[in-house]
């Protein structure tokens, strides 16, 4: 069975997930299209500016959605979370962040 948001509806529980790990800092940031993952940065983290998420690494804007749009999951081993949803332009864009380790 597939549930399916609203159109138009801001996803909570992705929001709150960026809350959780908001300044929490990566190791790595990389992209994931059709084509598979291309390292944007190393180190950074993710917050919430405004009506949108965004992570800088490396002092560069690496990601950025708004919060409408925002589908985040943390991955499976724990290690890192998948962040995807559509910029200002109308772009889809999807990225991988790994966690620091302690």
């Known amino acids: 069975m597939m549930i ?11 929001i709150n997930l960026i809350k959780k790990i908001g300044g929490k800092s990566f190791s790595t940031v990389s992209a994931v299209d059709e084509n598979g993952e291309k390292v944007l940065g190393h ?10 998420a965004v ?9 950025r959605c708004t919060l409408q749009s925002l589908r985040a999951g943390e991955l499976m ?13 109308g772009n889809r864009h999807s990225v991988i962040a790994i966690y620091n380790k302690i």
């Open 77 to 89: 081993s724990g290690n890192g979370v998948r962040l995807s949803g559509v910029d200002k332009e």
């Open 55 to 63: 992570i800088v690494s490396n002092g560069t804007e690496t990601f």
């Open 4 to 14: 399916f948001k609203r159109k138009g509806k801001c996803d909570a529980d992705s």
């Open 43 to 52: 180190g950074g983290a993710v917050n919430i500016v405004g009506d949108e």
